[in-house]
């Protein structure tokens, strides 16, 4: 008998389990009453743990967002709220498309239904395609322009020599030497703007192992007021990678920060694993993250706009080469580096795949 309405509410149940949107039900005292399986992983909080629990709970948003919550309730009058900041519990921060509408009914108890579309992940990506985009038309640019140097510049440097050794007098001597010298430290700009050549030579490593590597050659150069704080996930799995240039990385973030923060300051290395991420255009079930934080002065919009370009550095002494190599070393593993920065809280984030979506292992 009842097959008809069973039939119709499986329908729905199986509707709301596949639905990518995520979708909540809250009472009429804003405790959860349901979430679909893709809410569940947007707030990574089990629906057994959510039921009953109230939203306030489960994500802290603007105030005004509970007001229009319960605005809601009394009114029925549907809302969405665009690019809303919301922040889980153990701290995650996304950004998410909100639409709410009412489940008031004369018979019902009422209550809410609430849609959630994360779009950090949208901006990212088209972020992180200019990105890439931005870095291989500047490479090709200054790796044209260094072999041009570079071919002179060996001449320049054999005929200094060559010279050197018909001079009789010392005093002339150190002309000859003068040139050889800066057209050794030209050479080794030239050669850091062509970039890493070798291909990466990848083998088993444990990232921890490269950070605490890191971590200790930095801790010998930075002033002694600067404190350099570890937080590892220890559960990280071994990753497929040229230690050598992964370690190169690592050092060219961990020595702005190092730069950043001056006599004082306090610089973190973090890593963590994240699930389902995009990196440019493949799709992955695993990435690491690496973090490198400061709480130095931060980096202008200005400046953010361009870090990545190589020759670009605020620094005095700099030469505005480091991000670029970084970035370069870690899209040679398939990863990306990101930066976000307000004054007092600079990240630099390695986005680094552990595993791809679709295969099995690589
Ligand atoms: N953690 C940071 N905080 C503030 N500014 C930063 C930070 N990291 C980088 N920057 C800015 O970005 C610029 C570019 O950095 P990059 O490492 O590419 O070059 P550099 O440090 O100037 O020179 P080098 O080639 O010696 O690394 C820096 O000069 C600095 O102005
Ligand atoms: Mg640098």
Redesign the pocket.
């Known amino acids: 008998m009842g097959d008809a309405p069973n039939n119709e509410q499986a329908i729905q149940q199986r509707v709301l389990d596949n639905l990518a949107t995520a979708v909540l039900v809250v009472d009429r005292a804003l405790v959860t009453r349901y979430i679909n399986p893709a809410c569940e992983m947007l707030l990574e909080i089990s629906a057994r743990k959510a039921r009953g629990t109230p939203l306030e709970r489960l994500i802290s948003g603007p105030d005004r967002l509970f007001a229009r919550l319960r605005e809601c309730l009394d009114s029925a009058h549907p809302f969405t709220e665009r690019e809303l900041p919301l922040a889980l519990f153990g701290n995650r921060h996304l950004t998410v498309d909100c639409t709410v509408t009412s489940l008031h009914e004369p018979q019902a108890p009422g209550g809410l239904l609430v849609e959630l579309v994360q779009i950090d992940r949208q901006l990212r990506i088209s972020r992180e395609e200019n990105l890439i985009a931005q870095h291989n038309a500047t490479r090709d640019v200054v790796r044209g322009l260094a072999h041009e140097i570079k071919n002179p510049l060996g001449g320049l440097r054999g005929a200094a020599q060559l010279l050197e050794r018909e001079l009789a007098d010392e005093e002339l001597k150190e002309y000859t030497r003068i040139i050889i010298d800066e057209a050794d430290r030209l050479q080794n700009l030239v050669n850091?703007m062509l970039g890493p050549n070798a291909l990466p030579n990848k083998q088993e490593v444990n990232i921890h192992h490269l950070l605490e590597r890191v971590r200790n050659l930095v801790d010998v150069e930075a002033p002694a007021g600067v404190e350099l704080v570890r937080d590892y996930d220890p559960s990280i799995p071994m990753l497929q990678a040229d230690p050598d240039q992964l370690i190169q990385a690592l050092l060219?973030?961990a020595?702005?920060?190092v730069?950043?923060v001056g006599e004082r300051g306090t610089i973190t290395l973090r890593t963590r694993t994240q699930r389902q991420i995009t990196i440019g255009h493949e799709r992955h079930k695993l990435v690491l993250v690496v973090e490198?934080t400061?709480d130095?002065?931060?980096?202008s919009k200005e400046?953010m706009e361009k870090?990545?370009y190589?020759m670009?550095?605020?620094?005095a002494?700099?030469?505005?080469?480091?991000?670029?190599?970084?970035q370069s070393l870690i899209n040679r593993h398939g990863g990306l580096i990101e930066?976000s920065?307000e004054p007092g809280h600079?990240v630099?984030r390695i986005l680094l795949p552990l595993e791809k979506a679709n295969d099995e292992h690589r």
């Open positions: 850091r060219n973030l020595r702005n920060a730069g950043a490198v400061d130095g002065p931060g980096i400046m870090i990545f190589p670009i550095t605020g620094a002494n700099g030469t505005g080469l480091g991000l670029s190599i970084a930066c920065s600079t630099f």
